[in-house]
């Protein structure tokens, strides 16, 4: 396998800086003042961006802790943690879509100056601190996550990668047979072109996976996004659609996560969801692949 040259630059971009990373196949845009969204991720051979953003293009605004997510830029990818609907757990009221989205991230210098991106946050809510560190791999984005606790006691908690990613006409979600499986019946999810009716959005699990495998392919234009995951660390696949249904956007979602409700106190309540010994970690990775036929 050839090694590919690659690149860092930090950019502004609406008053914010903006971290990317490149090299002959991919390109990745994040931003850690917003919560370290990725708000690109680019195929340079063919030229598809990935991300999605609202019509008239990206606008970059920061939120307050505690906001709708649905009032946050909408762009790109976005983490959730430790819950993803907002709830009540163990007295702490946990806000929408989780604490860290809504955040300024720390970056590590270091790891920057060595061509990672590495970046940090302390929650002021839950006793976590979660990094995660971005590498590019030839056509690969590989995602390295690790969630400390420091508390006293073990903690639970629900995490889910939230990517708003464009479509396309052409573009057809691929899972492999043991995931389609579990999808109960979602036509929607078999389609081609992946769709629903106009003005509806919905969302579904598949759980417990046993092949950390999704993607989309476009059988016009031969593009591909593929994502990799160990099934061990996060059993769970959410994909979520909407067709206008959800404040009149249009977009798709791929989610590996940890857990298969969006609500911290339902996940863990039913024994779905991670957990963090007292004083100690956990770990865990996903890829991104950004090919083409």
């Known amino acids: ?22 090299n002959e196949e991919v390109e990745l845009a994040m931003v850690p003042e917003l919560g370290a969204k990725i708000i690109s991720v680019k195929n340079l051979r063919t030229g598809r961006e990935w991300m999605w953003h ?4 990206p606008k970059l605004f920061a939120n307050r802790p505690g906001d709708d997510f649905s009032r946050s830029p ?3 990818a976005d983490e ?18 989780g604490e860290v989205w809504s955040e300024p991230w720390k970056v590590d210098s270091a790891a920057w100056a060595g061509g990672m991106l590495k970046t940090s946050v302390r929650l002021k ?27 006293a006691q073990a903690e639970a908690f629900l995490w889910a990668f939230h990517p708003l990613l464009s479509s396309q006409a052409g573009d057809q979600l691929e899972l492999p047979a043991s995931t389609r499986a579990l999808l109960n019946g979602a036509v929607w999810v078999d389609a081609a072109p992946l769709t629903i009716p ?14 950390g495998l999704a ?8 593009d591909r996004l593929e994502f990799a995951w160990n099934p061990v660390e996060n059993d769970t696949l959410g994909l979520w659609l909407t067709r206008g249904g959800w404040h009149g956007h249009h977009h798709f979602a791929i989610e590996p996560a940890n857990g298969d409700n969006d609500t911290l106190a339902l996940a863990a309540g039913r024994n779905r969801c991670g957990i963090v010994p007292a004083s100690d970690s956990v770990s865990w990775q996903i890829r991104l692949r950004v090919g083409s036929d």
């Not at 609202?54 to 293009?57: A, D, F, K, S």
């Not at 106009?198 to 092949?211: D, I, L, M």
């Not at 993607?215 to 031969?222: D, V």
């Open 1 to 22: 396998m050839k090694t590919l040259a690659h690149s860092c630059a930090v950019q502004l971009q609406q008053g914010f800086e903006v971290y990317v990373l490149n």
């Open 54 to 57: 609202p019509p008239g293009g």
């Open 74 to 76: 909408l762009v790109g």
């Open 80 to 97: 959730c943690l430790p819950t993803v609907a907002p709830c009540v757990w163990q007295g702490r009221a946990v806000p929408d879509h």
């Open 125 to 151: 809510i839950s006793p976590f601190e979660f990094e995660r560190t971005v590498g590019l791999h030839e056509d690969e984005i590989h995602l390295g996550y690790r969630l400390n606790n420091l508390g």
């Open 198 to 211: 106009e003005n509806n959005s919905a969302k579904v699990f598949a759980q417990p996976v046993v092949e």
């Open 215 to 222: 993607g989309i392919h476009n059988r016009l234009t031969g």
